[in-house]
T-cell receptor, first 113, second 115 residues
Framework: GDSVTQMEGPVTLSEEAFLTINCTYTATGYPSLFWYVQYPGEGLQLLLKATKADDKGSNKGFEATYRKETTSFHLEKGSVQVSDSAVYFCALSVDTGFQKLVFGTGTRLLVSP | DAGVIQSPRHEVTEMGQEVTLRCKPISGHNSLFWYRQTMMRGLELLIYFNNNVPIDDSGMPEDRFSAKMPNASFSTLKIQPSEPRDSAVYFC?????????????FGEGSWLTVV
């Protein structure tokens, strides 16, 4: 079945450090890939997405590239801020079946001043 | 534009009571999802509606859970009778058409505690 695997958290960084959160996927079809972010006490918000191979999604300094050859969609940011502290979810959706969104387990990011 | 609207935001109820969670999707969206989030299981898809019709309810945990979508602007998730293990955050989400590349928008969640 379709699945997403994310690196275990929490990821603890100092402000201005470089961030990478790994995400790999398994899909029966040709998926669209997403990163969602959840701030404390809130719902999930779309951070970025990519719908085909080699596409790069970007938003708020975050970016991720759809790598079909490695089935990966790693999230990166060059310089994190305290306000980036949140839980980040990688997800996929395929056009076959019910097009539902399949989530990874989430990775908590803690950024200290 | 208003996003996905859920109510109640917080509910504390006693075991055995009926709980009804409500959702108003974004206007014009024709797909609606109910998710449950817990520390142990993460985000689980409970049920998915397309054009008000339940398409996939394989994630509904048991017969105590039921969901309806009587029209395009309203859905409910009901738990009867509720149990402490149902304590979780329940998210409603909606999407415009069923293309996999379209973004799913989440509500702020209903935080349920069953004591």
């Amino acid at each position: 079945g379709d699945s997403v695997t994310q690196m275990e958290g929490p990821v603890t960084l100092s402000e201005e450090a470089f961030l990478t959160i790994n995400c790999t996927y398994t899909a029966t079809g040709y998926p669209s890939l997403f990163w969602y972010v959840q701030y404390p006490g809130e719902g999930l918000q779309l951070l970025l997405k990519a719908t085909k191979a080699d596409d790069k999604g970007s938003n708020k300094g975050f970016e991720a590239t759809y790598r079909k050859e490695t089935t990966s969609f790693h999230l990166e940011k060059g310089s994190v801020q305290v306000s980036d502290s949140a839980v980040y979810f990688c997800a996929l959706s395929v056009d076959t079946g019910f097009q539902k969104l399949v989530f990874g387990t989430g990775t908590r990011l803690l950024v200290s001043p | 534009d208003a996003g996905v609207i859920q109510s109640p935001r917080h509910e504390v109820t006693e075991m055995g009571q009926e709980v009804t969670l409500r959702c108003k999707p974004i206007s014009g969206h024709n797909s609606l999802f109910w998710y449950r989030q817990t520390m142990m299981r993460g985000l689980e898809l409970l049920i998915y509606f397309n054009n008000n019709v339940p398409i996939d309810d394989s994630g509904m945990p048991e017969d105590r859970f039921s969901a309806k979508m009587p029209n395009a602007s309203f859905s409910t998730l009901k738990i009867q009778p509720s149990e402490p293990r149902d304590s979780a955050v329940y998210f409603c989400a909606s999407r415009w058409d069923s293309s996999s590349g379209n973004t799913i928008y989440f509500g702020e969640g209903s935080w349920l505690t069953v004591v």
